[in-house]
Every structure is written in C-alpha cells, then in structure tokens.
C-alpha cells in the first residue's frame, strides 16, 4: 500500500512539473512517467487518462494554496470578533499575503499555460474552489443579512463575496499582474484586503439589521 502511495504521488509531482514546463497540450504520458520513474500502465492505472491527471494536477495546486492560505473550513478568525473582523480574516485567507505563499513557480506556470491555451480544466477547478469556501463564506456574510433572509439570497451574497476575492487574488498572484497598469498592479496584498473589505462593506452595509 505505501509503494503505491508513493507511486501515485510520485506521478502528481512529475507532471506537474511537466505540465508546469511545456503545458498540457505538448506534454507527454510518456514524459511524466519517465520522470516519475515509472511506466505508462501505472498513469492508467491511478488516473486513468492524461485528461484526469491534468485535472488532479490542478486541483492538488489549489488545494495546496488553499492549505497554505488557511483558507478551507471554520478557522477561529472567522468566529470571532465582529462581523467586521471576520469578513476581513475571511477575504485575508483567500487573498494571500505573498505570490511564495500564494503560488509556487510552477502552479504560475500553470495558470499561465492555461490561460494560453485554455483545456476546460480551470473552470472545473474554479467551481471546487467555490465549493470549498461556501460554507465560510456564508457564515461570514449572515450577520450582515436581515434576518428573514432567504437561503438562496444567502448563498447568492457569498458566493458574490468569494468571486470578489477570487478575481483579485488572480490580480495579486497570477499572470494578469504583467498585463494591468501599474497603478492597478499592486504589490502589496494588503492593500487588495483593503480594497475588498471596503467594497464588500459597503455593498453589504445597506442590510445589516441583524443585532450582532
């Protein structure tokens, strides 16, 4: 069970680094599997395409940011203090306080082969990513929302607040930094934070009747 352990995770880390390389298109089976040190029956195997790989290769990308930013289930910061304070720790866990943090060399590469030649992949990553913030995101955003709210009002208001954070933790930690004018391509994530806290504030302000 531990060699094929080893092997799985042997291949994941292989391909990344291919994919991350030469992008998914001009990537080969055989290429990751020469450098997992294993053979092609084994890709089958575990993943049973170069498709489903791709796929778990960026999932595992996410999943690594999202565990280094804190980011996934109920932290402490985000019950606790005020509503105030929990929105800002809630926006400060998916927008990262540095690309090292954010992003490792590869997953960059993977992004930015993506965006150059689109395979459908992201967009599935991107509706997990949702999925995995959603239930923070509305424990968040409740005690700003009137309290005969309804569920899909709810839901709809966290999941305006998670794309606000996924666009600009993009803006902070992707390829669209070299692309935005310089005045908008800020260095410092916490001025990010700043920027949405603010913005989600007021859009969420006009409804906060609920006592804290």
């Given amino acids: 069970m531990k060699q094929r352990r080893n092997t799985k995770q042997r291949l994941l880390e292989a391909a990344r680094e291919v994919f991350a390389e030469r992008g998914y298109h001009n990537a ?3 290429d990751i599997a020469l450098r997992a040190g ?3 029956a084994s890709i089958n195997y575990y993943f049973h395409s170069k498709d489903d790989l791709y796929r778990e290769v960026m999932r595992s990308a996410f999943q690594t940011n999202n565990e280094n930013a804190g ?3 109920h932290p402490d910061e985000l019950m606790q203090g005020s509503p105030e304070d929990r929105l800002r720790a809630f926006i400060r866990r998916l ?3 540095s690309t090292t943090q954010a992003d490792d060399e590869n997953n960059r590469r993977l992004m930015a082969w993506e965006m ?3 395979t459908g992949a992201v967009k ?4 997990w990513e949702i999925r995995t913030h959603l239930d923070a995101a509305q424990t968040v955003v409740r005690p700003f929302l009137s309290t005969d709210v309804s569920s899909i009002d709810e839901t709809q208001t966290a999941l305006w607040l998670i794309g606000q954070c996924l666009v600009f933790r993009k803006l902070a930690t992707g390829p669209a ?3 935005l004018p310089e005045d908008l391509a800020m260095s410092g994530s916490e001025q990010l934070v ?3 806290v603010s913005r989600a504030l007021s859009g969420l302000q006009p409804d906060k009747n609920r006592p804290h």
Avoid at 124 to 127: H, I, L, M
């Fill in 116 to 118: 150059l030649a689109p």
């Fill in 95 to 97: 927008i990262p306080s």
């Fill in 177 to 179: 930094q070299d692309t």
């Fill in 124 to 127: 599935t990553v991107d509706e």
């Fill in 28 to 30: 080969t089976v055989r």
């Fill in 71 to 73: 980011a996934t289930g």
């Fill in 194 to 196: 700043d920027l949405v």
């Fill in 38 to 40: 294993t053979n092609l």
